[in-house]
């Protein structure tokens, strides 16, 4: 899983990143590794926001609507701080005395790998919330609650997913 994706960082460097990985045993390839898996990161931050958006347009008609349950404030609780994880994850730096240990290109590759399948995921997330979306739209409140208690344990299962991040970086290991 790792070596793949650490064989195509390693095919679009150029001359000047060999020699730099040569000097530094391998700290550009790191590098390289870490800003691909920053900028893929991003553009799920940015996705979160835009259904965050809207699912807090289905919410406040729903309210309106006099719909109540738990489920869309649920979705939008978990949403909101799997979001800031996404955002603020961990990008794979180790310092010289850092008690978790030294973070290799394998462990980084393997951590790009997850948060690449992590899309997946979260791109289905995005269908469900388009269409409640529609739904809303439609003023069919019956769909749109039962796409609620849907969504609700999608997101914590994509949560949940989420937690497991840091063992790919770092394997549980004595």
Sequence with gaps: MGSDTLGKIRERQGIWSKV???LTMGYGT?????????ALRESYYQSFKEMRQRWS?????????????DDFKKVMQVMDRLMEKVH???????????????IGEEGLARSLDFDKEFGASLSDLESEIAETYRAYEAGDWNSVSAK?????SKIVSLDEKWNEREK??????V
């Design 148 to 152: 609620a208690k849907l969504l609700r």
């Design 168 to 173: 790919v970086f770092r394997p549980i290991g």
């Design 88 to 102: 603020r994850a961990e990008y794979g730096y180790a310092g010289l005395f850092d008690r978790k240990g030294k």
């Design 20 to 22: 730099q990985n040569f």
């Design 30 to 38: 790191k590098e390289d590794i870490r800003e691909a898996d920053k």
């Design 57 to 69: 347009e289905i919410n406040l008609a729903a309210l309106d609507a006099g719909l109540k349950g």
